[in-house]
């Protein structure tokens, strides 16, 4: 029971709206969470927290038993932590493959005069890089469109590409944002099954989603988010009975009990 | 025949680059001379706004500012403190690069119109404190006199020596900017033009390397400027307006973005027509509006995309098998 990532009494206030107030949960590795909740209720902005986008208005993010609230986005990706987003970004002028690649580069230790003056130290490296970025765009399926730009891929694939790019910067927890949202179910099974290869190989993730036979269908644990609260964790089976989650879903908010 | 084919295919590029450089090596008039030199200092003013703008997407529209702080510089070291012109050269780039990491970092806060309109005030500013600094500049009046670069005793003075010198600058500032922006370096630069955001949330340093890009960028002017103003050896304020920071601007757009074989060919472009369009006088100004917004509105990606050298060529293997490997079958 190694929690990889603890959150303590987080918070975050938009002017005087508390997307979510007073949080506290533990992430396990290898494990994947489920992150689930009505429209609203604050998951995006718990990731965008964790992930550095938006700074808490108060609370603690441990990682590995650092607290990296204010740190910057970047730095925090470089500790281990990767995210895609709800609203894709990519960069959609590039190809697949630059896409991907540009996330590795990150990982090599150079400096940036280092392919000017040495060239073939930087190529090599450069090399290694390739390779990888080919070998990652294989395993999420889109290998065949490694020379596309991103603009011009299916929104399926786009999800997939920006999995790909998280990968590329080897997260020790992942950060999904609905991954599934918007597709159709070949779409939508394609990523389920990437998603389970790579929790087979041992990955961390958190994942907001709101399609239910994929939560159900891929997470360990759940932690249910209403109102900017928790107000249900557990494993999947005891989620689904629970009478708090099902009012929260059918919209009978703050009927009883302490919120 | 087939091979012959494929030479050229593969090697187009330096073929009508030698092309270009025989001209006024085979004319031998000096006039002619003068002319490839002014392209070769727009050859490395536009890398300079390529840098910039095309990959990491910081409009400036101020670049004169970084190539008039070079010329100044680089002059007063060389006329006041004597210090060897090609060393002044340097120094007068170096001293744009402080200036590019002094703007950088308020740039960080701007982007778009916001930052094009700071940087377009920032060489205005520039231009006035070289009019009102009268002890150091001169003033309106200009400082004439200029010495020439001098490489060991080797007085360079005739439009071939000139020609050769800027050749010579221009192939090292290509070289290092073509290593740079085609490693995984001009690949990160295009990814903060891309999406900062995105960027970021894979680790990349976006302030570090906007600075970056700023800093190299203000160093490319300030050689410019400095070689100009030994090449000349007149500068006054008039040569520092704004309408050639728009100049490069357009030279940068007809090349297109993130592709040095564009800004080369659009610098060149543009010189030789601003010479073969003298006749037109004030109405060439009008000449490349229309033509920017040709290009904006048809052929947005300029010369590159003629060339087939855009951003999408970024980051890819330089070994050809590799290379071929990788566009195999890929779809595009
Ligand atoms: N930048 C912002 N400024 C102001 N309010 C915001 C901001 N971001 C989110 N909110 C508000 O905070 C609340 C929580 O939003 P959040 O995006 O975290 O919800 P969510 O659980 O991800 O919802 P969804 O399932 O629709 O994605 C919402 O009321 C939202 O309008
Ligand atoms: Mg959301």
Redesign the pocket.
Known sequence: MTHILKINNLSKH?GG?K?VSGISFGIEECKISGLI?P???????TLNMISGLLTPTAGEIYFKDTNIVGKKMAEINRMGIARTF?QIRLFPELTCFQNVLAARHTREGEAWWHPIVMPKKSEAEAKKSRQKSLEILDFVGIYEHRNTQAKNLSYGNQRKLEIARALATEPKLLLLD?PVAGMNPTESEGIVSLLKKLRADGLTAIL?E?TMNVVMNICDDIVV?DMGQIIAEGKPAEILANQRVIDAYLGKRGGKGDA | MDKTKKFIKEYYLQIFGLLLISIPVLKGNSYYYQVATMCGIYCLFTISVNLVTGFTGQLTLGQVAFYAIGAYSSTILAMKFSVPVLLAMVLGGLIAAVFGLLIGFPALRLSGVYLGIATLGFAEIVRQVSLIWVNLTRGPLGIPGIPRPNIFGLVIDTGFGYFALILAILSIVYIAVDRLTKSKIGLVFLTIREDETAAESIGINIAFYKILAFVLSAFIAGIAGAFMAHFITYISPSNFISAESFLVLSMYVLGGPASLPGSIGGAIVLTVASEALRFLQGYRQIFYGVLLIAIILFKPEGISGILKTNKITVGLPKNKEELNLLLKEGKN
Request: glycine letters at 18%; zero cysteines.
């Open positions: 938009f709206l997307a909740g429209n609203g209720s604050g998951k995006t902005t709800q609905e907001v709101h988010l």
